[in-house]
C-alpha cells in the first residue's frame, strides 16, 4: 500500500475482493507491499497475475466518497495514469451509475464493495465485469438520506429536476418547500451516487436528469409509496371517464393521460393508453363521481391515489403533475411503461440537454 490511511487501505481491500471474487483460477489481484515498488503518490499499486506468466501492474484511486464531481474524479485519474504510466484502478465503497459511466467512456477500471467491477485492460487482454448493489448502502457515520421515499425528499427531487443549474442549496430549498438541511441530505447521497456535480462553493452545477429520476424509483412508487392506492374498471371506457374529470375536479392526471399532454404537438404515443392513473383527495370519493367499479390491479383500467404530498394537488380543475413525476409514475404504475417513459424522455431532452441519456443506455 501507499499513502492510504487506514480508511482508504480498506476502501482497496474491499474493492480488491469484488474483482478477486470473479477472477477465474488461477487469475488474481493483490497489492504490493514492498517498498521497492510501492510509489507512495499513489494509494496503492496492484499486480494483476495469471496462467503462463501473464501479468499487468495497475495504480489504485481510492476513496472514500465520491464527494466530488465525476468530471472532477476523471481528471485526477488521467493525471494519475500519466504520472505511473500504467493502467488506473479506481476504488470506492460504491460506485454510482453516473460515475460509472464517465469511467468507462475514459477506459479506466473500477471496483467498490458492493460488487460493481469494470477491469479492462490491453495487455493481457483481460475484461471483467460484476454487477454491484442498485444504491449506496447506508454509511452509518453519514446523515445523507439514502432512502428517497419522503415527502421532503420527493419535492427536492422534483425541483432537482425542474430547476436550471447553476443554483445553490437555500435555493433549491425555497424552489421545493424544504428546509435547506433536507436538501443537503439528499445531496450527499446524489453527488456520491454521481448523480449531481457541485463546484467547491457547494453550488449545484449539474443534474443528470435521467439517472435522477432512475435513483428515485429504485426506492419510490406509484403503488407503494402513496398512502391510499385504489383500482376501478371505468365501464364505458377511458375516453368518457377523461371527458367527466372535469365535473369531478380537482384531480391532477398522471401516467400515460399525462405523459400525452407533456408530449409536443403531433407526437404519437408508443403505446395505447391502458391505464388511467389519478391524484385525488379521495379516490374512492372521486371514484364514485365517475361511476367506477371496484377492481383488482391485474384487471383494473384505472388507478386512483391519495398522494403522499397533498401539495401536489390543485385547488380547482384538472391539472397534470409535474413531468419528473410523471416519469417517475411511468417507471412504476402496473405494467411499468418503460417505453412512453423513454419517449417522455426524449422529449424533454430536446429542449433541456440535461434529460440527455449521456450513453444512451435504458437502465
Known sequence: MGNSTSRETQVVVDALASVNALLPAPWALTARTDAETVD????????????????????????????????????????????????VLYASPYIGPALRKALAAEGFS?????????????????????????KAPKDRASSAVTRLNGVAASRSIRALASTDAPVGVRELAAAAGVSPGSVSKLLATLVAEGIVERDEAGKITSVRRRDLIRRWTHD?????????????????????????LVDVAPVMLTGSAAARTLLPDGATPVAPMRLLA?????????????????????T??????????????????VAVAPAPLVVAD??????????EAEQLMDSLEATDPAWKDDDGSRS
Open 110 to 134: 473500477y471496483a467498490d464493495a458492493t460488487g460493481w467491477v469494470r477491469l479492462a485492460l490491453d495487455d493481457p487482454p483481460v475484461v471483467v465485469t460484476g454487477q454491484g448493489a442498485a
Open 40 to 87: 507512495q503518490r499513489f494509494d496503492a499499486v496492484v499486480d494483476l497475475t495469471g496462467p503462463v506468466g501473464a501479468s499487468a501492474r495497475l495504480v489504485v484511486e481510492a476513496k472514500r466518497s465520491a464527494s466530488v464531481s465525476s468530471a472532477a474524479i476523471v481528471s485526477t485519474l488521467r493525471d494519475i495514469g500519466r504520472a505511473a504510466a500504467l493502467p
Open 278 to 298: 389519478l391524484y385525488a383527495t379521495d379516490p374512492r370519493d372521486l371514484a364514485r363521481s365517475l361511476g367506477l367499479i371496484d377492481a383488482d390491479p391485474t
Open 330 to 339: 411511468l417507471l412504476t404504475l402496473p405494467g411499468r411503461a418503460d417505453a
Open 300 to 317: 383494473a383500467n384505472v388507478v386512483i391515489a391519495a398522494p403522499a404530498d397533498q401539495r401536489i394537488l390543485p385547488d380547482d380543475g
Open 220 to 244: 419510490y412508487s406509484f403503488p407503494s409509496t402513496n398512502p391510499v392506492v385504489a383500482y376501478f374498471i371505468a365501464p364505458r371506457g377511458l375516453p368518457r371517464a377523461i371527458d367527466r
